[in-house]
Every structure is written in structure tokens, then in C-alpha cells.
């Protein structure tokens, strides 16, 4: 699945959509640069499972927690410098919860995801035009191939 927004608003619907359709234990791995908008994209994430908290990127803290209809792990992996970091903070047991866990920076330390996940790249196209990428990556999530957000 293929977008084109062009605002932040139209970014986090965009994550609504997503976020809708998730269910226990999914996984998806968001990559792009500085600024392109994986955060905006969780906020819709969150949005659509009714968590009220304010979603900030965790960059200095590694992972935020939130409530809701499903519970939220929000990783971010950019100051992380290997997979120790990783084992240190026992991600292994987050990752395999029966909550959802959105990881920022998911590019910097691959071998970390699982065997499944859904995988979302943003890219600047210009100053407030995006272009998200939504695909799922092994067989839990073939049936993104037949969905439409």
C-alpha cells in the first residue's frame, strides 16, 4: 500500500487506518529520516486504539509504554548502538507481549524484528509532502497484500 499525504494531519489518518486494524502482538517497524513524520504516524497509531496519554518519541528513554484498547510499546532505536542495548532492557519480552510495539528506527538494528511484522518507510517528498510505504513482511501479515486502508 502506497500514500501520498501532504500534511501532518493526513499522515496521522493514514496511522489511524493502520492502527484500526492491528490486534495483539503485531509488530511494525518504521523507518525515515530525521523528520519525516514516524512519530506523526504513531500519534494515528495511537489514536485509533483510544490512548489518550501524548505520544512522544522516546529517543533519550529507548521505549514509552501506553494504554489503551491494546497496549502500545513505542521503541525508538536511533541512539542505540547494537543489540546488547536491546537484551539490556529485555526487549525480547516486550516484542513478545500481547501488546502492540511500533518501532522507530527499526533500519538501524534489523536483526532485532521478528520472523513477521509490518513494515512502514516514509520519505520527505517536500516540505509537507510524504510518501508512506505500508507492507507486511512474512506470512502472519500476507493478507496486507489484500487490504485496503
Known amino acids: 500500500m502506497n500514500y501520498i499525504t501532504k500534511s501532518a494531519n493526513e499522515t496521522i489518518r493514514i496511522g489511524v487506518k493502520l492502527g484500526s ?3 495483539n ?4 517497524a518504521l523507518t525515515g ?6 512519530t506523526h504516524f504513531i500519534k ?5 486504539l483510544n490512548i489518550k496519554d501524548e505520544i512522544t518519541s522516546p529517543t533519550f528513554t529507548i521505549v514509552n509504554e501506553y494504554s489503551g ?3 502500545l510499546n513505542h521503541f ?3 541512539r542505540l548502538k547494537n543489540e546488547d542495548d536491546l ?3 529485555g526487549f525480547d519480552e516486550y516484542i513478545f507481549s500481547d501488546k502492540i510495539t511500533v518501532i522507530e528506527w527499526a533500519d538501524l538494528i534489523p ?19 510524504r510518501a508512506i510505504s505500508i507492507k507486511g513482511i512474512g506470512k502472519k501479515y500476507e493478507f496486507l497484500k489484500r487490504t485496503k486502508l
Open 69 to 71: 484498547i491494546i497496549d
Open 21 to 23: 486494524i492491528l490486534t
Open 111 to 129: 536483526s532485532c524484528l521478528p520472523e513477521s511484522y509490518i513494515e512502514v518507510k516514509i520519505n520527505i517528498l517536500s516540505d509537507g509532502e
Open 76 to 78: 525508538d532505536f536511533y
Open 25 to 28: 502482538s503485531d509488530v511494525i
Open 44 to 48: 494515528g497509531i495511537a489514536r485509533a
Open 33 to 38: 529520516e530525521l523528520s519525516a513524520g514516524k
Open 87 to 89: 537484551i539490556n532492557i
